[in-house]
């Protein structure tokens, strides 16, 4: 006697509905239509990081197809998301959103955008998919806990119901005070240390004040006396654009520098020290021999020598060393020419204090990598549970490398969860 197929479809549970939760759910109901795909979601809203990303036009993903390369934009999970990168990179992005619409452009640092410049067009393709997929949504409604009965998941709700699941996937963002750390860690995972990154910092210091908006496009920002003594230079040095701000300084060079040393800087209470070279890569010796050109003409010091410094920042950074304004390039003693240059390679800034934009800001931290199998995204201690996203200890700097990570781990686990692996 042969036994029936099972003809029960299989259920699959995907809470957050954010862009790893909403990747996982279209991939995983287009591998396998007969599946019952719900998103959970708690807030009213979802795809919120998506809609206020790069500041509203979504920084889709990075122009960067090299998997080995783009593996070391993440200060953690590198090494686990360079297989991974094997398998859905940026240019698979980049094809599934053409293929519904949604062209993507490259600028010239490597970000990626959609054409339109909004945000809204990212997040309608997606819904669309979904629907088209017959994703079901249920929001407001976040998962509370979860326990694992047989081959089986219970999933106790935030609206008070109870329902069942097949497969698992928590997609959720960031674990900091999530209801569901107590259940994870009682199916044998471990949270690691959860840490604010991609943040800007705070100080107070007469060379910046009142000069809120203006910007430098290959500064160089460097951690001095890094807590994490051990740190390559990489690490503690970053260049790229900066950006003065009323509380203090951000843009991709600050921010970057925020993602590598996220742990370090929270464990010294965000009290720390940076240099700051306001011409990127250019040497102390190369600004002397620059300067001693300027000495033969009759120009004063406090007129704009280089195009990449803002006027305004220029004539601070002179008047800070004490430079008169009427003094001329000819009468620079020797002491000012070097204490000008030592301001303008190595200032030193005192930051005491971040930012973080609570909607936008990644989290490094969450479940331990080495519990989860990046070919599945599926649990090494519980069967058919998956992670996705930001509750994995990974993050990458600013650019586009953390929304490749949503859709990198979201594709894989969507596979999985559909039987198509």
Aim: charged residues 25%.
């Amino acid at each position: 006697m042969t036994t029936p197929p099972n003809t029960n479809p299989r259920s699959i549970a995907i809470v957050g509905a954010g862009a790893a939760g909403y990747f996982a759910a279209i991939t995983a109901a287009e591998a396998n239509p007969a599946a019952r795909v719900t998103l959970y979601e708690q807030s009213k809203r979802t795809l919120q990081k998506v809609k206020i990303s790069g500041g509203g036009r979504c920084n889709v993903t990075h122009h960067c197809f090299d998997p080995r390369e783009l593996a070391t934009r993440y200060p953690r999970g590198s090494r686990e998301l360079r297989a991974a990168f094997h398998r859905w990179q940026p240019e698979d992005t980049i094809d599934w959103f053409a293929r519904r619409g949604v062209p993507i452009k490259t600028e010239p640092d490597g970000r990626m955008f959609p054409t339109t410049d909004d945000s809204q067009t990212i997040i309608d393709c997606l819904q669309s998919a979904a629907r088209e997929a017959r994703v079901q949504l249920r929001k407001p409604c976040g998962l509370q806990t979860f326990a694992k009965q047989g081959d089986h998941f219970i999933l106790h709700l935030s609206d008070d119901t109870q329902v069942t699941a097949d497969r698992l996937l928590i997609a959720a963002g960031s674990l900091k005070a999530s209801p569901l750390n107590r259940a994870l860690e009682s199916h044998g995972h471990s949270i690691a240390p959860l840490a604010p990154s991609l943040f800007a910092f705070n100080l107070t210091d007469k060379r910046t004040q009142g000069l809120a908006g203006l910007s430098v496009q290959n500064a160089s920002v460097t951690l001095v006396a890094s807590p994490l003594a051990a740190a390559s230079r990489r690490d503690k040095t970053q260049t790229g654009p900066l950006l003065i701000t009323h509380r203090g300084l951000s843009g991709p060079a600050i921010l970057r520098l925020s993602a590598w040393q996220a742990r370090a800087l929270q464990d010294v209470n965000y009290h720390f020290d940076i240099e700051i070279n306001w011409l990127g890569d250019v040497s102390e010796n190369q600004l002397r021999e620059q300067f001693n050109r300027l000495r033969k003409g009759k120009t004063q010091v406090k007129t704009k020598v280089f195009e990449a410094i803002p006027r305004r920042l220029w004539e601070r950074l002179v008047g800070t060393v004490g430079i008169p304004d009427e003094m001329k390039w000819a009468q620079l003693p020797k002491d000012k020419e070097t204490a000008l240059i030592k301001e303008l390679t190595a200032g030193r800034y005192e930051v005491r204090g971040k930012t973080t934009n609570k909607d936008e800001f990644v989290t490094a931290g969450g479940i331990t990598l080495k519990e989860v199998d990046f070919k599945t995204m599926e649990s090494r201690h519980v069967p058919g549970l998956h992670f996705a996203g930001e509750c994995l200890d990974l993050d990458g700097i600013t650019g586009g490398f953390n929304f490749q990570a949503a859709w990198t781990t979201g594709r894989i686990a969507g596979l999985a969860m559909a039987g198509k692996t």
